[in-house]
């Protein structure tokens, strides 16, 4: 069984999109319209994301006019969408729209998954989600030199550092790589 792995951009202040749900801010820094080889999960055969960040995508990119922009990011990948609403499908691509709490659906994530790791794209509160069933195994962000005065926060949970342990930190062009492993709540070293 794979590892579940919640891996997204952030500003310096802990925001992944501005208060518009735009993640513009980010396409704006040097590398952050095409980041470095190694800032995405190799692994990961499948996707997770919400709502919000699939209907972002889908308006930022166009990708509904333009499918083989799906493939750019999500390749054929299944990607799992939580949402309570009917939205659109690219041409060709493998979306199945979830609803209902994260620990209803993983079992389905999980089979689609097989050996290998479940990207959680975004955002923050369904990685929360994931977090608060003791699911998620890993939280990397590549941090923007970027501040905004709200948005959409990176995790919007209290974690205590004794659940997280740093495993690294690169700098990546003007990003900096922060890779922390999620401890279970009853771990102790």
Request: net charge negative; aromatic share 8%.
């Amino acid at each position: 069984m794979g590892r579940i792995l919640y891996d997204t951009a952030t500003t310096l202040n802990g925001w992944i999109a501005d208060e518009n749900n735009s993640l513009s801010w980010l396409f704006e820094v040097d590398g952050g319209d095409h980041p470095d080889e190694g800032l995405f999960p190799s692994g990961a055969s499948v996707l997770v994301e919400g709502s919000t960040t699939y209907e972002w995508l889908l308006a930022q990119e166009d990708v509904l006019a333009h499918p083989e922009k799906w493939q750019e990011f999500h390749g054929d990948r299944p990607t799992f969408v939580f949402t309570s609403r009917d939205l659109p499908v690219p041409e060709g691509a493998d979306v199945r729209f979830v609803s209902g709490s994260v620990a209803e659906v993983l079992p389905s994530i999980r089979e689609a998954a097989g050996d290998g790791d479940i990207w959680v794209v975004g955002g923050g509160d369904l990685a929360g989600q994931f977090l608060d069933i003791g699911a998620l195994d890993e939280i990397a962000l590549s941090v923007a030199p970027v501040a905004l005065t709200g948005g959409a926060p990176v995790l919007p949970r209290r974690i205590e550092s004794d659940r997280l342990r740093l495993v690294s930190a690169t700098a990546f062009g003007q990003f900096a790589r922060l890779v922390y492993r999620v401890e279970s709540a009853s771990s102790k070293d």
